[in-house]
Each structure stands twice: as structure tokens, then as C-alpha cells.
């Protein structure tokens, strides 16, 4: 689709999804004030992720949800293509996810305080071995509500949607945490919204989810294998 024709889906998906940010972060912050743990906000985040992705034109194919033990807290790990990754995410994988955002995010009113609120995991990637610290710390806090954990371990999005070499830090949590590691395969996303593009294309991403990989007597000597292993499923 050309960009003039690609025009008018980004311009309503855009000013939708600004409106449902700035609506369901202010419920998500009702709600994650009394209780992050509450079922609502997953709910919340659920029906903001849908609004992104019914406007811009975006149908899902998901298999693999049957993997997916709901009683269990999961490191999942996923190739990252697009704009549209964490909302593909919310929208398919059926557990109460959290994930990392970059601190910048946190300055952003409104959205701030519900991040806060419900757990999101700020990252300040300028102050390196705090910095990890800090995630651990963090983290530690999702896990002991029984939310997962979603960590793209490419560390950025894809530009030629090809998936690059894995970063070791997702492992070594699930590693330390003796929690299972869920692969998870996002296609279609990259054609949808390009990174560095405004562009919304409307189309289908289908999304993989493979059983979980367990970390249970797992040691920090076996993280790059279990990091080659996600690797090579994704």
C-alpha cells in the first residue's frame, strides 16, 4: 500500500490509540493505585491493545495459546518487529504481562503514573550496573504478584525485519528466578508499522507461542545455551 493510500488509517489509528492511552492509562492507574494485581488491569491493557489494533487494521492468528500454563509466572521472549509489538503481545499471549520501558517513557504525564502503577519496569540504560540493579529489583516485584515478565532480548526493533543476535539478560532472570522461559513469534508486524515510520499498513500478524522452556536446576553456566535454544525456536 502506498503511503498517500496508508494516510488516512494513520492518521484515525494515531489519534485513536492517543485517546485510548490517555484514557485507559488514567483507568489503569485508578485501578493499579489500590491493587497492581487486580485481573481490571489486565483487562485495561487488554482493551487499549485491541483499540490500536482494530484501528489500524491489524487481525491476529494466534496458535500455541495451549501452551500456556495461566497458574505460572513466564519470562516470555519475543522477536521485535514493530510499533505494534507490545500491543500484538497484550492482545495474544493469556497472562497478566508487565514489561520493561525505557525511562524516557516515564516523564510522560498520565502515562507515567499508571506505568508506575501497575508495575511496568522502568529502565535507565545510562547507568549501567545500577541500572541492573534496579530491573532485578523490580522485576522481583512482578514476579511476587504472579505477573510474567516480556522481554524483547534483541534489545531494539528490527530495521530489516530479521531477527538479530539475542542478548543474555532475559535468560539470566529466568535462570535466577527458576522461571520458565515462553518463546513467542511475531510475523507480519514489520509490514504493519515499520520502524522509524509513521506508516500504518493494515494486515495480518500471526503469532507463535511454543511451549515454555524450563529453568528449574538450571545455573548461570547453562543462560547461553538457553539463550541459543529461545534463539533458535524464535
Not at 545510562?126 to 510474567?148: D, T, Y
Not at 515462553?182 to 508499522?193: H, N, S, Y
Request: glycine share 6%.
Amino acid at each position: 500500500m502506498g503511503t498517500l493510500k496508508a494516510l488516512p488509517r494513520t492518521i484515525v489509528t494515531l489519534l485513536a490509540g492517543v485517546v485510548a492511552t490517555l484514557t485507559h492509562a488514567s483507568l489503569a492507574w485508578i485501578v493499579g493505585h489500590r491493587d497492581p494485581s487486580s485481573p481490571l488491569v489486565d483487562r485495561i491493557v487488554r482493551s487499549w491493545s485491541k483499540v490500536w489494533l482494530r484501528t489500524g487494521g491489524i487481525r491476529l492468528e494466534i496458535t500455541g495459546t495451549e501452551n500456556v500454563d495461566t497458574t505460572v509466572s513466564h519470562v516470555v521472549v519475543a522477536n521485535h518487529l514493530s510499533n505494534f509489538d507490545i500491543m500484538v503481545c497484550f492482545a495474544a499471549i493469556p497472562l497478566p504481562i508487565r514489561y520493561l520501558a525505557k525511562k524516557e517513557l516515564f516523564k510522560i504525564p498520565i502515562l507515567a503514573p499508571a506505568m508506575r502503577a501497575i508495575g511496568i519496569v522502568e529502565v535507565d540504560r545510562s547507568a549501567r550496573s545500577a541500572a541492573l540493579a534496579s530491573i532485578n529489583a523490580q522485576s522481583a516485584k512482578v514476579m511476587e504478584r504472579g505477573h510474567s515478565l516480556i522481554i524483547y532480548p534483541e534489545g531494539t526493533r528490527s530495521r530489516s525485519s530479521e531477527i538479530a543476535a539475542f542478548k543474555k539478560g532475559a535468560f539470566t532472570m529466568a535462570v535466577a528466578a527458576g522461571m520458565p522461559v515462553l518463546p513467542v513469534t511475531i510475523q507480519g508486524a514489520w509490514e504493519a508499522w515499520k520502524p522509524e515510520s509513521l506508516m500504518i499498513r493494515p494486515g495480518t500478524v500471526r503469532v507463535v507461542i511454543d511451549p515454555p522452556i524450563p529453568t528449574a536446576g538450571l545455573a548461570r553456566s547453562d543462560v547461553e545455551g538457553l539463550k541459543q535454544r529461545a534463539f533458535e525456536i524464535i
